[in-house]
């Protein structure tokens, strides 16, 4: 079981940039499906973005498709996620997930896929 770390979160102006990381601790990071997913004030928690085992898929919210970009690095147990042209619509807790997976070319989009969170981001948008 992996335990998840974000960082990366903040106060940016719509048109700016965030990176946001997920530090995973543990050995078996490699066999972990990731994603990220968001909540903003009053609304259920939504997906963002996927990615595979091996990185080699990717799978993205249309909302946010051409605008962010999920990589992961396998060698350091982190998952990024690259967001660009921000929009305060964007405003919310980022929360990344983890689930060990066989598949190693395969996402998962759900909310019910992913039994391992962290504590979230928290990502403000200003107009």
């Known amino acids: 079981q992996v335990q998840l770390v974000e960082s990366g979160g903040g106060l940016v102006q719509a048109g700016g940039s965030l990176r946001l990381s997920c530090a995973a601790s543990g050995r078996t990071f490699v066999n972990y499906a990731m994603a990220w997913f968001r909540q903003a004030p009053g609304k259920e928690r939504e997906f963002v973005a996927a990615?595979?085992?091996?990185?080699?898929?990717?799978y993205y919210a249309d909302s946010v498709k051409g605008r962010f970009t999920i990589s992961r690095d396998n060698a350091k147990n982190t998952v990024s996620l690259q967001m660009n042209s921000l929009k305060p619509e964007d405003t919310a807790i980022y929360y990344c997930?983890?689930?060990?997976?066989?598949?190693?070319?395969?996402?998962?989009?759900?909310?019910?896929?992913?039994?391992?969170w962290g504590q979230g981001t928290q990502v403000t948008v200003s107009s």
């Open positions: 990615i595979s085992r091996n990185g080699g898929a990717t």
């Open positions: 997930a983890a689930r060990f997976f066989a598949f190693t070319g395969a996402v998962l989009t759900r909310l019910s896929d992913y039994p391992t």
